[in-house]
């Protein structure tokens, strides 16, 4: 494991007996990044020649577990830095809490960051007063933080996962939602439906719900535009459709360029695969391609892609430190491609 470095007086997470167990039992690809806290849904950014990691800070509440996610009780966000894979790793302070943002009620869930004209941007979604998940941002001169929250969130947003991606031109997209839990299937309108399906929209044999996508304004805090579909192909270019669990879109986009084209990744969900799609514009359409990572120890998959002197990263998390599905631990592997541009699966078990 990597040396790390708490602050703030984080406890230690203890695992119990039969996590304990079943860790001894099973060879991971890697380990996790740190161990003072437990921390998920990595997003991973290179700034100034260091690694800059902006994970969700799981904590141990007392909501029982269901499939819209309610356990994950996240209420405030730790950002880690290293100055390459496999150094010191550094737990910076509290960099933004729910308690600071005027609009949000709580679950601080998966965010992003970003850069422009020397500022950085952190882009989160927490649930409003309504219980609608919504995405706000956040400002700071420091990569670590604090963050001053905007006192309300953007405008036209909804859903999970933000994920913001720059392109060479210096312009900004974000890529954003998830379905369950995550609502996208009760704001198909974008207006949210406190009464739609808990799920998806319950027709397989249709096309499957798809992430959005929207243009950045010029000073990164709203959208430049109404967010439309990432339309997610099959070799034939034919939608993927709800039923096919294996390949659809569940949560965790994640956008980045590699060798002039864009990949568009993310989390199939309950069948616990990252996927990928290839395509020629940061608007899509996207190919897909195939699975990023097997299913790790735990249920859920979030992941960031980075480059890093001349190397690929893929950043994900697992739940090795507590066997529990609530309490999980970033981590990070080398990513390979081949040479036709397709990525290399990756086994995080050692078999």
Known sequence: ??????????PEPTASADSTQAAADK???SQPLVSEIYTADPSAHVWNGKIYIYPSHDIDGPTPEDDLGS????????????????GKVTIGPVALDVKQV?????????PDA???????????????????????????????????????PIKGSYSIDPAVFTDDDGQSYMYFGGIWG????RNVNGKYDPEGSK????????????PRVARMSGDMLE????????KIVDDKGKLLLGGDHDRRFFEAAWMHKYKGKYYFSYSTGDTHYLAYGIGDSPYGPFTYKGRILEPVEGWTTHHSIVEKDGKWWLFYADSQLSGQTRLRNVKVTQLHYNEDGTIKTIDPFVR
């Open 1 to 10: 494991m990597a040396a790390c470095n708490g602050t703030g007086g984080a």
């Open 27 to 29: 060879k991971y690809l």
């Open 71 to 86: 356990h994950f009780e996240m209420r405030d966000y730790r950002v880690l830095s290293m100055d390459d894979v496999g």
């Open 102 to 110: 005027p609009w949000a009620s709580k679950q601080m869930w998966a």
């Open 114 to 152: 970003a850069f422009k004209n020397g500022t950085y941007y952190l882009y989160f979604p927490a649930k409003d007063k309504e219980g609608a998940f919504r995405i706000g941002v956040a400002t700071s001169k420091d990569p670590m933080g604090p963050f001053k929250p905007q006192p309300q």
């Open 182 to 185: 995550g609502q996208l299937q």
């Open 199 to 210: 799920t998806d929209l319950q027709a397989d044999d249709k096309p499957a719900l798809l």
């Open 223 to 230: 959208f430049a535009e109404t967010p439309r579909e990432v």
